[in-house]
């Protein structure tokens, strides 16, 4: 830093003449590892290219003696970096967005934070990008990160690349060092396939090449960074793809007016022009195209209108429309590329809440086909994926939607999935294709049904379902509460944790995935048996909320009765009546809840058993009494 009073300089430089012709606004972010320069880079092309204004310059003067990382010189990076977190530790943590235009273009520009840690707000800016200026160390080349953003912006169909090899002038302007690192990432990027790749050399610091082309590179023949983002052609013809319309609310101002509000994602349409409604696949016309102007005859891609229909139909928020001729598809199965973003792992068959437009609907991942490893792009087996972890995935999700291929349309071919219990989005996802497996099947409808079969058992069926640390005492309440309904000529059968794998679950061990498998499976066959019309008695340490709630939502409302069988760890431990605690405790049992496996408690079960404090038979009354209230 200098002196006190020692004040560090700005000196612009002046801008090309603008006399190309103008385009439409770019959507561009830079990514790229940590320390690449990114948010220097940004904060210099704003600078040169006089989007900033004098009181920005001041402030980023004052800035740059305060936080400032360049010496005596101005911090560029200070213009984007706006947390106290980032400008303490020198780190982009958040997409910095900003907006600036030239006279020949406008744009959008997202500062992607390069630590792996924050990779994930990384890829929510590719989602929207266009274009990705993807910044290169001159002394470092190639290196994992600056590969998996590459990759991401592939996965997220970012088509246009600006390869910027930044801080050549650490190596002496150096044309080889330059051409080797083009020719690793273009031998890199050639399975990609990305529409264009401009490289560029760069020192963000002291504007070499980024507004003005720079005497120190006279061996550059191509465009400045300015340059090559103004003339990008990134033009998406949206209007030729076929109408889609995802349904974000409906209007009804008054009686005699019902509308569907949303925006246009991708094609035109007129009125009197024939829609279907998916995924129902029910058709009908375009009767009005109402705009906040008025009417009009016809609207396109990125129009916010409100579509009123010839006729009356069953269209609900998260529906989609689409041309009746150039239908999109429809399913509850598909194949997807998934970004994990979850602090812990995905696991296959945990059930979690999809988005999708401005649908929520609850979806699983019934199968990782394969994971992605981002260096080499070969497939690898797995069996769950960590942060920043990409996979090819089948998704099942509990209701059919309308959907393209991610390829086709970004906005109705992406989803995220969001943990149920926390409500954090834990995964980006684009649809390669809808499955097939299963569009030969179809629900039949049976001639006794289980209202039927419970009243021929005069009882209400339901799930009893016991959850508590081994130990706790569920078994054995359990079995006393069935004998007793048994004695009262109620109809019952009981799932208990150790038999069921025995037969049903046999292959399952006790990682966290197989939990989550287990609970699904008895979860299913409980919920078969409540429709047989029978009691279910289910005692399982069950340790995850997701999937209980989830085997309670797979059956009516009331019928899922949780019973938390409290009892202090350290008292089962000292029961420990299968031994099963010193296993785990002696290292010779792995994965054991309580032990080296967590276990989440009821946060509002129906009925709390302390059998620290009561007896058995005295908490088996209590659970007897519930069902006969019922």
């Known amino acids: 830093m200098?002196?006190?009073?020692?004040?560090?300089?700005?000196?612009?430089?002046?801008?090309?003449?603008?006399?190309?012709?103008?385009r439409g606004q770019l959507r561009f972010l830079t990514c790229g590892s940590v320390d690449d320069g990114k948010s220097t880079l940004i904060g210099r092309l704003l600078v040169d290219s006089r989007r900033v204004f004098d009181d920005q310059l001041a402030a980023l003067v004052r800035d740059s003696r305060r936080f400032g990382t360049t010496g005596g010189d101005v911090d560029y990076a200070l213009l984007l970096d706006g947390l106290e977190a980032e400008r303490e530790q020198g780190i982009t943590i958040d997409v910095a967005y900003r907006f600036f235009a030239t006279a020949r273009r406008s744009f959008v520009v997202m500062d992607a934070p390069g630590h792996e840690q924050y990779t994930?707000?990384?890829?929510?800016?590719?989602?929207?990008?266009?274009?990705?200026?993807?910044?290169?160390?001159?002394?470092?080349?190639?290196?994992?990160?600056?590969?998996?953003?590459?990759?991401?912006?592939?996965?997220?169909?970012?088509?246009?690349?600006?390869?910027?090899?930044?801080?050549?002038?650490?190596?002496?302007?150096?044309?080889?060092?330059?051409?080797?690192?083009?020719?690793?990432?273009?031998?890199f990027a050639a399975p990609f396939g990305f529409a264009s790749m401009t490289a560029v050399p760069v020192s963000a610091r002291?504007?070499?090449?980024?507004?003005?082309?720079?005497?120190?590179?006279?061996?550059?023949?191509?465009?400045?960074l300015l340059g090559a983002l103004e003339t990008a052609d990134v033009e998406r013809d949206l209007a030729a793809a076929p109408f889609r319309l995802p349904v974000q609310w409906i209007a009804r101002p008054h009686a005699d007016f019902r509308g569907l509000a949303g925006?246009?994602?991708?094609?035109?349409?007129?009125?009197?022009?024939?829609?279907?409604?998916?995924?129902?696949?029910v058709g009908t016309t375009v009767a009005r195209i109402v705009t906040a102007d008025g009417d009009r005859e016809s609207a396109g891609a990125g129009d916010a209108v409100t579509l009123?229909?010839?006729?009356?139909?069953?269209?609900s928020r998260g529906d989609l429309l689409a041309a009746a001729a150039r239908r999109a598809e429809t399913g509850d199965q598909i194949q997807a590329h998934l970004l994990w973003m979850g602090e812990h792992p995905l696991l296959p068959g945990r059930s979690y809440l999809m988005r999708i437009g401005q649908r929520w609907v609850a979806a699983s991942v019934t199968q990782i086909r394969h994971r992605i490893d981002v260096r080499t792009?070969?497939?690898l087996a797995a069996r769950r994926l960590v942060l920043n972890e990409i996979a090819v995935c089948n998704l099942s999700i509990a209701a059919p939607i309308g959907f393209d291929a991610y390829a086709d349309n970004r906005t109705t071919g992406a989803f995220v999935l969001v943990d149920r219990e926390t409500n954090d989005t834990v995964a980006a996802g684009m649809i390669d294709f809808g499955l097939r497996r299963a569009a030969n099947l179809h629900w039949e409808t049976l001639s006794v049904d289980k209202t039927a079969r419970a009243a021929q058992k005069h009882q209400k069926p339901c799930i009893l379902w016991f959850t508590g640390f081994s130990g706790a005492g569920k078994s054995t309440i359990a079995r006393l509460v069935e004998k007793r309904l048994h004695v009262a000529g109620r109809h019952t059968y009981m799932l208990d944790g150790d038999n069921v794998r025995h037969g049903l679950n046999r292959d399952l061990g006790f990682t966290d995935a197989d939990r989550v498998e287990n609970i699904r499976r008895v979860g299913e066959v409980a919920a078969?048996?409540?429709?047989?019309?029978?009691?279910?008695?289910?005692?399982?340490?069950?340790?995850?909320?997701?999937?209980r709630q989830a085997v309670r939502e797979r059956v009516g409302p009331g019928e899922f009765v949780e019973i938390f069988v409290d009892a202090p760890l350290d008292l089962c431990m000292t029961r420990d009546p299968k031994g099963l605690y010193a296993k785990a405790k002696a290292g010779r049992l792995a994965n054991f809840t309580g032990v080296d496996s967590p276990y989440e408690a009821p946060e509002a079960p129906d009925l709390v058993l302390d059998t620290a404090a009561e007896s058995a038979e005295a908490l088996a009354d209590r659970v007897v009494a519930l069902v006969s209230g019922r």
């Open 2 to 22: 200098g002196a006190p009073g020692d004040e560090p300089a700005i000196a612009r430089v002046s801008a090309p003449d603008q006399d190309a012709p103008e």
């Open 120 to 187: 994930r707000n990384m890829a929510t800016a590719a989602s929207t990008a266009e274009l990705a200026v993807l910044l290169v160390d001159a002394r470092k080349g190639l290196l994992d990160q600056t590969r998996r953003h590459a990759a991401i912006c592939a996965l997220f169909r970012v088509r246009h690349v600006v390869l910027a090899v930044n801080k050549i002038d650490l190596v002496d302007f150096s044309q080889d060092v330059f051409d080797r690192i083009v020719a690793d990432f273009t031998a």
């Open 206 to 224: 002291f504007g070499d090449n980024v507004v003005a082309a720079s005497p120190s590179t006279p061996w550059h023949a191509g465009p400045t």
């Open 263 to 281: 925006t246009v994602a991708s094609g035109r349409i007129s009125r009197g022009d024939a829609v279907v409604v998916q995924p129902s696949g």
């Open 308 to 315: 009123v229909l010839a006729d009356e139909l069953d269209v």
């Open 377 to 379: 792009l070969a497939p």
């Open 528 to 547: 078969l048996m409540v429709d047989a019309g029978l009691i279910v008695l289910c005692a399982l340490i069950s340790p995850f909320r997701a999937e």
